[in-house]
């Protein structure tokens, strides 16, 4: 599955000439992140992870990705760190670490 | 371009606006002094004289919400409403203009319970002037039809896509029979051409609708909204000289003015009430007493610089409004007043005169009362009921 992710080539419009009329605009455009207010972020082991996904099926915010072979991968970009993935493996892969500051 | 002539009520003016003008599509749900309008609609739709979606809807929030949803897929719409269903779609009203969605609407002015009243004031559409639409009053049911097939243009207009609500008193204009000039369909066909807009969902281009934007990027959207409304006092104007050159009646813009030139003392309102003050100036003037007359035509965008230059050489000035913003003075006041005071032009004194809630009469003794207090001396309250 393909997850929408912050688009890092969007160039934000310059002055208000570049901006759209109206809310209608090419679709995909994720273009600002929203973790700001995480205290703690969520890292996962890959020694003790089992890819069960549990963690991928409760995140809350939809933002532990399933796309790639090497295992579970953490979009820290929207992730708000309620650290429920941590709570529910059942592997203890999942540990909180504080965010600096 | 001249088509017939035809004995109307403001209402059956405004549908038979609205069929010329052609929507794709009409949502609206039935509130007194409203629902002659949308029954004609129905209709028309009916007898296929108007080609047009007629959407049943549950109420006025869901009126609006079907006309922001049609506009967004680049339909054409209308719907009308009044009093408490304008308030149910406050909501929707930011929602529609925010998204720039050019829905045309017509509001029956109508008084807001408590006490219930279904008589005529303004206080429905004036306590939402800062919602982001174009507001107009209009003054008889000829101004109304013509209102509405301007008001497409207006509101579609790429510099403008806001969205336009033309005002009608309550009973006053929505349910008084007029003789009314029906411009002819090819008239307005050639007048109004189909709605085009890149705003809007289309499978060839697809985009992301009504969507999200933070902190970051929000105020710019409000900034153009602004400026939008700004650009549409200069499209209005170009409008309504297009609109005299095919069908032959010519308006005056943000504001029309009776006999200030020379004026001493001079009243500013908005709505059918002008059709009062005017034979009064009239009197007065005829009795070497220098009265005149402003009448607002339209809220927002407002007339701040042709209401300085019409008020230039005034000694005396009243604001005569069916609204009241409680606990301070009439919110048509207080735009008169900031708009002077960004000025030379001080008038010795400025009145505001609230009347007409809930439908009280105002007569032409009353107006000609009016005008004695702008030429007396005496120190009265600044904000008067009458």
């Not at chain 1, 605009?25 to 089992?50: M, Y």
């Not at chain 1, 979009?75 to 993935?85: A, L, M, P, S, V």
């Not at chain 2, 039935?30 to 004289?49: G, H, N």
């Not at chain 2, 650009?231 to 308006?251: C, H, M, P, T, W």
Request: proline share 5%; glycine share 8%; with cysteine.
């Amino acid at each position: 599955m393909n997850y929408p992710v912050w688009q890092r080539s969007f160039k934000p419009p310059k002055d208000l000439a570049e901006y759209p009329v109206g809310t209608a605009f090419p679709a995909g455009h994720l273009v600002e992140t929203n973790a700001s207010w995480r205290s703690q972020r969520p890292v996962i082991d890959a020694e003790k992870c089992s890819s069960c996904r549990i963690c991928w099926l409760l995140c809350p915010d939809g933002v532990i990705h399933n796309t790639k072979p090497e295992g579970l991968e953490i979009d820290y970009d929207y992730c708000k760190g309620c650290g429920i993935c941590a709570k529910e493996c059942r592997q203890k892969a999942i540990r909180m670490e504080n965010e600096g500051i | 371009m001249h088509g017939q002539k035809a004995f109307l009520s403001g209402n059956e003016a405004v549908a038979a606006g609205v069929r010329l003008a052609r929507p794709h599509v009409i949502a609206a749900y039935p509130i007194t002094p409203q629902t002659t309008v949308i029954e004609r609609l129905a209709e028309m739709v009916e007898d296929a004289s108007l080609k047009a979606e007629y959407l049943h809807v549950e109420s006025e929030h869901s009126a609006l919400s079907a006309c922001i949803g049609a506009s967004a897929v680049g339909a054409r719409t209308f719907t009308a409403t009044s009093s408490q269903g304008l308030l149910y779609m406050a909501e929707c009203l930011h929602y529609t203009s925010g998204g720039r969605f050019p829905v045309v609407m017509m509001n029956a002015n109508r008084s807001l319970a408590l006490p219930w009243n279904i008589y005529g004031d303004q206080r429905d559409s004036l306590s939402l002037l800062d919602c982001g639409w174009i507001q107009a009053y209009a003054e008889d049911a000829q101004e109304s039809l013509d209102l509405i097939i301007q008001a497409y243009a207006i509101a579609e207009h790429p510099d403008v896509l806001t969205p336009m609500m033309i005002n009608l008193d309550g009973f006053v204009i929505t349910h008084t029979y007029e003789l009314v000039s029906l411009p002819s369909q090819e008239g307005v066909d050639a007048f109004l051409p189909p709605f085009q807009t890149v705003n809007k969902m289309d499978l060839d281009h697809p985009m992301s609708l009504a969507f999200t934007a933070g902190p970051a990027y929000n105020q710019a959207f409000k900034q153009l909204q602004h400026q939008a409304l700004l650009s549409a006092s200069k499209v209005i104007l170009d409008i309504e000289e297009r609109f005299g050159q095919f069908f032959g009646r010519n308006y005056s813009g943000l504001i029309e003015t009776m006999h200030c030139e020379d004026a001493e003392f001079i009243l500013v309102t908005l709505g059918s009430v002008a059709g009062t003050v005017r034979p009064v100036v009239e009197r007065l003037r005829s009795l070497g007493v220098r009265v005149g007359l402003v009448r607002i035509r339209y809220m927002r965008p407002f007339p701040d610089i042709e209401i300085r230059k019409a008020l230039a050489g005034a000694k005396a000035v009243g604001v005569l409004e069916k609204d009241i913003s409680f606990g301070y003075e009439g919110t048509v006041f207080t735009n008169v007043n900031s708009a002077l005071s960004r000025s030379n032009v001080k008038p010795s004194r400025l009145l505001n005169f609230i009347g007409g809630l809930g439908g009280k009469d105002i007569s032409a003794a009353d107006i000609e009362h009016l005008f004695l207090r702008l030429k007396s001396t005496d120190d009265g309250e600044t904000v008067a009921f009458i």
